[in-house]
Every structure is written in C-alpha cells, then in structure tokens.
C-alpha cells in the first residue's frame, strides 16, 4: 500500500516572503510570467524549476548552483526533524463563492515499477517531459516541487482539518495557499496510516514520477531516491476541482470543418467572442461535443455514433467517454502533421486563435472524479494532457533534499 512519510523539508527561512518566493508547477508558467517571476524576487522557486543556462554552467547546473547557495546563505533552512506538512488551497469560484483543498505533503515510497502496485496513474506522459525533469533531478538531487496524488482512503480531509497553518502565499489568480507543519508523532502515524489503508491516483505529476522511477533505478540504494515528494488529498468532489485541457493547433489543414464533417456534424456556433465561447461550452456539455475555434469563428462538433464506435473500437471502455480519446481518435488524424500546445482556459485559447497566433483550437469537456477513479482502477491511462486540477500547488511551500 502507499508509504507516505514524513521528511526533513527544506524551507524559505522568511516565511513573510512566499507569496513572492514560490511559483506555480514548471509546466503550467508561460515564458512571460516566467520572466515575471524571475524578477519578483532574486530567490524565486522559478530559477530551480525553469533555470537558465548561466556562467555557471547549463541550466540544471545553474539550478544545482543555486541550491547550494541558498542553503549556505540560509534563504532556505532544515526542519530539525522529519515533518509532515499540511497544505490549504483556497481558490475564488469563477461564479462566486470558493473552492478548498486540503491534503498533506510528505515522502511517497516508488514502487517496483512506474504504473504497478497501488499508486495508479492515470494519464499517458510525453517523453521530452521526461527527460528535462530527469536531467534537472541529477543536478540538483531534490524533489523541488511536490507531485500531486488523490487518496482513496477516507477520513484524510477529516483528519487533516484541525491542523494550524500559519504560513500564507497568495498567488496571483487569488487563490490563498496555507501550510503548518506536523511533528507529532501520534500525527505522523495516524496520516501515515490512513494513507497506506488504500490505493493511491496519481493526478498530477505523472512526468516526475516517472522520472523519480528512472533515478532510481539509474542509482539503486542511494540516498533518498526511493520516493518522492507528494501531496496527498482525499479523493472527494469537493477536494477536487478537474478542468480540461484545450488543444491548440499549429498547422492545420485548410478546410478543416469540411474534413471534420466525413465523421461528425459540425454545426457553427458564431463569431469567437468571450461570450461566444462561453454558449459553446455550455453546448458541448448539453450535447456530449467537442467545440472548434478557427478563422471562421466558433462551431459545434458532435461525432457521428458510428464514426465514434470505430474510432474508439481498440480503446478501453473506461476512455468511451473521455474527450481527450475522442480528440485522439476523431481529430488527430484529421490534423496531420500539425503541432499541438495545451491549455485550460477556454476563453483565453480562443483569443490566441483570434489573436492569429494559432490556426486553430479544438475545446474538450472535463473529466469526472468518477471517470478518473474508473480509469485508475482498471488500470487505463487517459491521454497525456487530459486534466487540469485546479488550483495548482505552489513550488516552494516544502523543498526534500535527498541527502538530507
């Protein structure tokens, strides 16, 4: 079962200064929020997740370089002992009201093998990612940034609910970040109990997982490379909110609705505006479609039944219903050899494509917590890129060295 321990942390000496010290996951900051943070503060988690080649060396010498330092300079200090810590996401609703997450950060034990056992992923990764995050992790030889996992046993949000966290970031999207540090034993092994009582789905992270599996076996029995920082939350609704992910499309082919029509309907929805967009969304969960941005606006796109059925013919069941294998199945092979980037908010994808910074943009409903445990139990990958949880843990809340 999933062994979750507590570990030393490494820790930003200035607890006042986080909410200009920590950052977002490396593969949701853009090259301009990039530079913005790289400027807000010389400390900024940024630099050990996204470094930039220096005279130092290449970036991930770069990275190891300031790790370094900063432990010497005492910008990041050691937990006297091994802790758990407990994490709080308050996130602002889009339509009022707010959303909370609680869960704990601590030390999750690798399995065997990436995939088996009973932590569960439950997407498909992409091996670029792969590679960048291993090569940073023999660099600097830390987890610099938790990977995300959802808890099956329940009673974790319970338990966790009394705890204090003093120390507060606020991000820029005004989601308030909260964390307190356990180290009570009686605690410690209570969580660490709960969370070994049942299977574990990975939900974000899958690429650092892997990779933390690859170091491992690439230097069996040294220090510390036999787990990985991880955030563990319950496995509930209300703990989770789960956003798709869009797909933009670079390269596309002329006359894209018309080949998209051989398998589906493809209805116009009408000019890409913001509040065009938002009608669409609100069409393809009415009608189980996909929505399509391009030059000529917005439009509708519901595959035919029987197109789907042969679409999806070699697909898992548990997938049937997940719009990222109906994109997979029904829209890839339409687009050729176009490139694809992703992105979670609708509105904003759109405006890339009206901005022509892109040819055009397919949208995707989200998936359920229900469709995620599914998949996960029955051993199904979804494709890379199919959830977005939202809010996303800030890098910097914990930092585990693995020689300490």
Known sequence: MPDLTPFRALRYADAAALSVVTAPPYDVIEEDERVALEESDPHN????????????????????AALTAWRRDEVLVLDAVPTFTVYRMTAPRPGGGEHHTIGVIGALGLPERAGEGDILPHERTLPKARSDRLALLRATRANLDPIWALSLAPGLTRLLADVPCPAVAIDGAGTRHEFGVLEDPSRLDAIRALVASAPAVLADGHHRFETACAYRDDAPGTRGVDAIMTLVVELADE????????????GAPPALREQL??????ADAGPNTAAGVGRLVAAMARRGALGLVDGQGL??????????????ASEPAALHGVDAARFDAMVRPVLGDAALTYRDDAKKVAAV???????????LRGVSVE???VAAAAGVRMPEKTTFFAPKPRTGIAFRALDD
């Open 299 to 312: 439009a509708l796109v519901v595959p035919t039944d029987g197109a789907l059925t042969r679409g999806l």
């Open 239 to 250: 703990q989770l909110a789960v956003h798709p992910i869009h797909r933009l499309v670079d």
């Open 353 to 363: 494509v009206r901005a022509g910074d892109a040819d055009a943009a397919v949208l």
């Open 261 to 266: 029509s051989a398998s589906c309907l493809v």
């Open 371 to 373: 469709q995620i445990r």
């Open 45 to 64: 988690a940024v630099r050990l997740i996204l470094p930039r080649a220096s005279e130092v060396g290449d970036a991930y010498a770069t990275a190891a």
